[in-house]
T-cell receptor, first 113, second 116 residues
Framework: ELKVEQNPLFLSMQEGKNYTIYCNYS?????LYWYRQDPGKSLESLFV?????AVKQEGRLMASLDTKARLSTLHITAAVHDLSATYFC?????????????FGQGTELSVKP | GAGVSQSPRYKVAKRGQDVALRCDPI?????LFWYQQALGQGPEFLTY????????KSGLPSDRFFAERPEGSVSTLKIQRTQQEDSAVYLC??????????????FGPGTRLTVL
């Protein structure tokens, strides 16, 4: 059974600080997704990582994928309040199962002045 | 163009009542997914359609849950005899293709179901 684990589950940061969210998964997958969810809202796609060693950056967020270690990271640089949200990683099953996504528990990020 | 839309956005049901949740995917998207998100949790897969064919329903929690997509576009998730544990946000997602293509999924706003 594929399991996806994120840590930390809760993260309180000060503005301007850096931090990393980790996403571990338990079986082979070659695609990893990062989503953002604001309270009461749906999921907004942030990054799609398609291969080992993939690195993508958008603004203050940078995501990377290590398929050998089954690990993805979401790095936050110089956090600002607008980044406060819940972040989910998700993987899909590699063996032609239609691409259903298995999500982590989410990391609730709060950025304080 | 329009994204994935869902209706109703909020639904309150009395225990034992039947409910129907609707999803309009992005036009032309072949694959459609339903997920259930309990409070404070990540979404969990319920079922998957490729066009009108329901290829995977392994995530449906009981036989009270039924989904259809008769014409390969709009989908309906029906829950019969609702129970309090069915309270959750139900998310619909669509992708251009599935299977070997496995395109990115785009999510709708969700339907928040509360069973009293």
């Amino acid at each position: 059974e594929l399991k996806v684990e994120q840590n930390p589950l809760f993260l309180s940061m000060q503005e301007g600080k850096n931090y990393t969210i980790y996403c571990n998964y338990s079986t082979t997958s070659d695609r990893l997704y990062w989503y953002r969810q604001d309270p009461g809202k749906s999921l907004e796609s942030l990054f799609v990582l398609l291969s080992n060693g993939a690195v993508k950056q958008e603004g203050r967020l940078m995501a990377s994928l290590d398929t050998k270690a089954r690990l993805s990271t979401l790095h936050i640089t110089a956090a600002v309040h607008d980044l406060s949200a819940t972040y989910f990683c998700a993987v899909d099953l590699i063996y032609n199962q239609g691409g259903k996504l298995i999500f982590g528990q989410g990391t609730e990020l709060s950025v304080k002045p | 163009g329009a994204g994935v839309s869902q209706s109703p956005r909020y639904k309150v049901a009395k225990r034992g009542q039947d409910v129907a949740l609707r999803c309009d995917p992005i036009s032309g998207h072949v694959s459609l997914f339903w997920y259930q998100q309990a409070l404070g949790q990540g979404p969990e897969f319920l079922t998957y359609f490729q066009n009108e064919a329901q290829l995977d329903k392994s995530g449906l929690p009981s036989d009270r849950f039924f989904a259809e997509r008769p014409e390969g576009s709009v989908s309906t998730l029906k829950i019969q005899r609702t129970q309090q544990e069915d309270s959750a946000v139900y998310l619909c997602a669509s992708s251009l293709n599935g299977g070997a293509g496995r395109n990115e999924q785009f999510f709708g706003p969700g339907t928040r179901l509360t069973v009293l």
